[in-house]
């Protein structure tokens, strides 16, 4: 058989894609042994795990959720450092299992340089198609910037620069080592506005499907604008608002807001059955903390359903009128979004399978949902 008329490996012919291999110049370091910081996983703090729930809530929960709490999705280290290189060696649990999300951002991290609130993409670690460890140079500017001054540059300068490495949304992470040359300084990272956390609970959209890397998810988009931790509490399939999964977002200390997105995981009468109890119970706990509830984005299938588009509205009317109900009874904190409206005009192009969204259509989710939050937090003196 001819060679063309074979499979097609890019990576032989093109330097861009293939994944560069330590070459033992690295000291490798533990997150976990600081001076890193571990965001958006409750668990990393007492247990050293890559897990966004704390392992003693795992009786209590849905076995779908238990097992997705263990998708570090939204979770992040961060550390200041003047490193001129940068790697990592990640285990993970296991490999890519899904054909319509890139494997970039089921099993990948991606690097984001500046202080929280301004920060820039820098580079992404890329895994395989199955590979369960990986290593990967993030950068190396000694290489990359020969010839160059330092002006702009702020490693060939000698700078101390905030990075942050957001954690893959769809496979557990065993370990993540980092490595940097051995004269390098690593300190803890430049501190939030304030230790009050975003909570954010609802499905696979929620928890990152399918966005290309991490940091496009839209609750990471959000945690580059907004200088505050973010815990994200997306479970694909699985956010139904369950009284359990109620009582444990509950127990979640400093918040600083409660965004409620789960109505996509339900039906029409499970959605009317959980959602005002679910905010209820967490009420008993946080009388004061402001939520919000998203109504689902629209799919673009439904054109041609009448029955299913007839279905989300009389959902997105449910979750409207709950809000309303409870500001009546009292409640000041809690607000209601319109998510047929996050889209923005192109909505039809926003998603990859017409229920899940793309790159373009996080981003908009996070630019009109930015300025909402943003106001809720400065109404209550959080910024």
């Known amino acids: ?31 976990e042994d600081g001076p890193f910081s571990i965001n958006g996983l409750l668990a990393f703090g007492p247990e050293k795990l890559y897990r966004r729930l704390p392992s003693g809530t795992r009786a209590s929960l849905p076995e779908a959720v238990d097992l997705l709490a263990n998708c570090p999705a939204g979770g992040q280290i ?59 140079i993030l950068w190396d500017v000694t290489e990359d910037a020969k010839g160059q001054t330092a002006e702009g540059n702020p490693f060939l300068s000698g700078e101390m620069v905030d990075v942050t490495l957001n954690l893959p949304l769809y496979q557990g992470v065993h370990q993540v080592l980092i490595g940097v040359k051995k004269e390098a300084v690593v300190k803890a990272p430049t501190a939030y506005a304030t230790d009050r956390r975003i909570l954010l609970y609802g499905t696979s959209i929620t928890q990152g499907a399918c966005a290309s890397r991490p940091g496009l998810m839209y609750s990471n988009i959000l945690s580059r604008r907004i200088p505050l931790e973010f815990i994200n509490l997306g479970f694909s399939g699985s956010g139904k608002g369950e009284a359990e999964v109620a009582l444990a977002i509950r127990d979640i200390e400093r918040p600083a807001c409660l965004i409620l997105d789960y109505e996509a995981n339900c039906t029409t009468e499970l959605y009317q059955e959980t959602l005002e109890p679910f905010i209820r119970l967490y009420r008993e706990y946080h009388p004061d903390i402001p939520i919000i509830v998203i109504s689902r984005i629209p799919y673009p299938g439904e054109l041609f ?32 979004v319109d998510g047929s409206r996050l889209l923005g005009p192109y909505w039809q192009d926003c998603t990859v399978d017409g229920t899940h969204p793309n790159d373009l259509g996080f981003m908009n989710m996070a630019d009109k949902l930015e300025p909402i939050l943003r106001k809720v937090l400065q109404k209550n003196g959080v910024l």
């Open 78 to 136: 961060r550390f200041r450092t003047n490193a001129t290189r940068l790697a990592i060696r990640v285990q993970m649990a296991g490999a890519a299992t899904m054909d319509h999300m890139p494997v970039t951002g089921q099993c990948g991290l991606d690097a984001y340089i500046g202080k929280p609130g301004q920060q820039r993409y820098a580079a992404t670690a890329r895994p395989g198609i199955d590979g369960r460890e990986y290593e990967h």
């Open 1 to 31: 058989m001819n060679e063309n008329q074979g499979g097609v490996n890019a990576a032989k012919y093109d330097v861009n894609m293939q994944r560069a291999i330590s070459d033992g110049i690295w000291d490798f370091r533990r997150p």
């Open 305 to 336: 359903q009448p029955a299913r588009r007839a279905e989300w509205l009389n959902r997105k009317k449910i979750a409207e009128a709950c809000v309303a109900r409870l500001i009546s009874l009292g409640d000041r904190m809690i607000d209601f």
